[in-house]
């Protein structure tokens, strides 16, 4: 069922959801972002990052879904673009492809970060997210 947010039709409540909680946590989003092979992101979006060898943000192409498990996603496209995205044509897209589920436990990526990196999910980067998260499903 299509739910609308900000003017936009989403293809799911999740979807509109997540895009009202990027919005609270300040992170700039573009829905329905370009394929990667035979992956077709929800969302590309844009969060900042104080680390001095970041350049000041990162950036993520993401899938939603209506999962509480992540583990039983283990092989969904998005999981597989750890550390980079690229097109065919070797163009850099994101720092790391990303799956959301439903809500901001259920989240993770993989990418560079500092002079390391690894495994986030949205507490890492956002401290009050699950105020945020109810705030953003309160507003639809």
């Given amino acids: 069922m299509s739910t609308e947010y900000n003017g936009l039709e989403f293809k799911t409540e999740l979807e509109a959801i997540w ?51 992540l583990s039983s996603q283990k092989d969904h496209p998005s999981l597989s673009h750890s550390y980079g995205v690229a097109n065919k044509d070797g163009k850099y897209l994101a720092d790391g492809g990303a799956l959301f589920g439903i809500g901001p436990l259920v ?24 105020e945020l998260w109810d705030r953003a499903a309160a507003t639809l």
Avoid: M
Avoid at 21 to 42: H, I, M, R, T
């Fill in 107 to 130: 989240t993770q990526w993989q990418i560079a970060h500092g002079s390391g990196g690894g495994i986030e999910d949205v507490h890492f980067r956002v401290h009050n997210a699950n």
């Fill in 19 to 69: 895009a009202a909680f990027f919005d609270l946590a300040g992170w700039q989003w573009w829905y329905n972002p370009v394929q990667v092979e035979n992956w077709k992101p929800d969302f590309k979006v844009t969060f900042p990052c104080g680390h001095s060898e970041c350049g000041g943000s990162h950036t993520l192409l993401v899938s939603v879904l209506p999962t509480r498990d």
